[in-house]
C-alpha cells in the first residue's frame, strides 16, 4: 500500500545520496537526523571509507534488500534496477549529491566534452525515476560558467540542470561560500535545491526559502555547538603539528605519524570529541627530501600567503608545478584539492596530512579514512585515495546545517 503524505510525517525523513563519495554529505545528514536509504558511489576506495564510518559504524543506512551493498556507478543502477527505482517514485524526501566535477573544475582541465559531464544526464534521470520531494545538488563554481573554449557550444551546466528540472520542481541555485558557515576553508560551491511543485504548493514553500533559512540559521546553529562564525587555520590544526611529536604509523610503513597535543581552540575540541587515541587516525606525514624541506621553509619566509608563488620565486626555486600555496594560519585554509603537494603547511615545511585535510573539511577525528593514502599518474583518474577522498567532499558541518534547514521545509 502506497502511503500517505500524512504517514510519511511520522517518521525519519528519507535520502538517497548520489556519487556519495566518503561520506561528507551522509555524515551531516545523519548528524541532523536524517535516515539514509541507500548511497550510490562508484569508487571502491571512497566506499570502503564510507560504509566502515556510515554502515558498519553508525547503522546509518535502511540498505533495500534487492540493492547489494557495494560500489556502483549511476548509469548500472538506473539501468539494472530501474524498476525498484520507479517504486520509489514519490516515496523519498531527498535525493542528495551532485556528480563528480572534474570536467568543470578550474583547478583541473575544465573539458566541456569531458565524460565525466555526461554524468549530468545520469542524476537527472535517477530524479526522473524516484521523483523525491526535494532535490540538494553541490557542485563547483566551475559549473556555472561556459565553457568559452568551444563557443558555438558553450554551456554553463547550472543552466541546463535548472531548466530540465524546473517542470516538475521549484528551483533555485546559489554559490556559497563554506567560511561563511563555520569551515575553516574558503570553498565555494553553487548549491542547488529543488522543492517538487505538487508539494512546494502544499507546504507553501519554495527553493528559494532553504537560502534564506540557512543564512539567517548559521548563528545559532554554531552558537549551540560552541563555534565561532569564522575559524582560522590555526585554531582548526595547531593541535596537529609535526613538533608535538611522533611515533611509527600504523597503518603506513616507513611513516611517521603525529600525535596530539592539547587542543587550544574550540573547533579543535569539537573536532576531537568521541575519540579517544592519542595518535590521530591518517596522520601520517609525508617523507620530504631534505631538499625539498629547505625550499618549503623559504617559500614560508618570502612567499606571500594563501597566494600562488610568483612566477619570479617560481623560476629561482626551479619549481615547475602551476599551483604552490603557503597557508596563512590567520585565515581559512583556500580551496583544498585532491594534490597534497598543492599546499605548504603555515608553519612547518611541509604539505599536510590527510587528518589535516579532514579537520579543515570539518570530518570529525573519530571518523577514520580507508584505502590507500595517495596515489599517482594515471591512476589518478581512476583511483580515489585519502587525499582524494577529503579533497573532493562536501564539509559535513555545513551538510548538517543544511539537513536541519530541509528538514524544515518538509515540515518535520
Not at 556555472?144 to 573554449?149: E, G, Q
Not at 541555485?173 to 548549491?191: A, C, L, N, V
Not at 605519524?257 to 596522520?283: C, E, F, I, L
Request: proline content about 5%; some cysteine.
Amino acid at each position: 500500500m502506497k502511503k500517505t503524505e500524512k504517514d510519511l510525517a511520522k517518521r525519519k525523513p528519507t535520502y538517497i545520496d548520489l556519487f556519495a563519495g566518503c561520506g561528507g554529505l551522509s555524515l551531516g545528514l545523519h548528524q541532523s537526523g536524517w535516515r539514509g536509504l541507500f548511497a550510490i558511489e562508484k569508487s571502491p576506495e571512497a566506499f570502503e571509507t564510507l560504509e566502515y564510518n556510515l554502515i558498519k559504524k553508525l547503522d546509518h543506512f535502511e540498505w533495500p534488500d534487492w540493492l547489494p551493498c557495494q560500489p556502483y556507478d549511476i548509469n548500472e543502477i538506473n539501468s539494472i534496477y530501474r524498476e525498484h527505482l520507479k517504486k520509489l517514485n514519490g516515496q523519498v524526501d531527498l535525493v542528495a549529491g551532485g556528480p563528480p566535477c572534474q570536467g568543470f573544475s578550474y583547478a583541473g582541465r575544465r573539458i566541456e566534452n569531458d565524460d565525466r559531464n555526461k554524468l549530468i544526464d545520469s542524476y537527472l534521470e535517477f530524479v526522473k525515476l524516484v521523483k523525491p520531494r526535494i532535490i540538494f545538488f553541490e557542485n563547483v563554481k566551475g559549473f556555472t560558467r561556459k565553457f568559452v573554449k568551444n563557443k558555438s557550444k558553450g554551456k554553463a551546466y547550472s543552466e541546463f540542470v535548472l531548466k530540465s528540472l524546473e517542470k516538475e520542481y521549484s528551483v533555485k541555485g546559489e554559490m556559497i561560500d563554506f567560511s561563511e558557515f563555520g569551515i575553516p576553508q574558503k570553498r565555494t560551491r553553487f548549491i542547488l535545491v529543488g522543492v517538487r511543485k505538487d508539494f512546494a504548493k502544499q507546504r507553501k514553500i519554495q527553493a528559494e526559502n532553504f537560502f534564506d533559512k540557512i543564512s539567517r540559521e548559521k548563528k545559532n546553529f554554531l552558537i549551540s555547538k560552541r563555534l565561532s562564525l569564522k575559524t582560522n587555520l590555526k585554531q582548526a590544526i595547531s593541535d596537529l603539528l609535526y613538533e608535538n611529536g611522533t611515533v611509527d604509523c600504523p597503518d603506513r610503513k616507513r611513516f611517521k605519524a603525529g600525535v596530539y597535543s592539547r587542543p587550544t581552540s574550540a573547533y579543535q575540541r569539537y573536532m576531537r570529541k568521541g575519540t579517544t587515541n592519542t595518535t590521530p587516525d591518517s596522520h601520517s606525514f609525508v617523507n620530504h627530501r631534505k631538499e625539498t624541506e629547505k625550499k618549503f621553509k623559504f617559500i614560508l619566509q618570502h612567499g606571500n600567503r594563501n597566494k600562488h608563488l610568483t612566477q619570479e620565486l617560481m623560476s629561482r626555486l626551479k619549481i615547475n608545478k602551476h599551483r604552490v600555496v603557503p597557508l596563512d594560519d590567520a585565515q581559512p585554509s583556500i580551496t583544498l584539492t585532491t594534490l597534497p603537494d598543492d599546499h605548504i603547511h603555515y608553519q612547518e615545511p611541509r604539505v599536510l596530512t590527510v587528518r589535516e585535510y579532514a579537520r579543515i573539511q570539518s570530518f570529525p577525528d573519530w571518523f577514520e579514512l580507508k584505502s590507500k593514502y595517495t596515489t599517482g599518474g594515471d591512476r589518478r583518474t581512476t583511483e580515489v585515495p585519502r587525499y582524494s577522498q577529503v579533497g573532493n567532499a562536501i564539509p559535513p558541518l555545513f551538510g548538517e546545517q543544511s539537513g536541519l534547514v530541509l528538514k524544515e521545509l518538509i515540515g518535520l
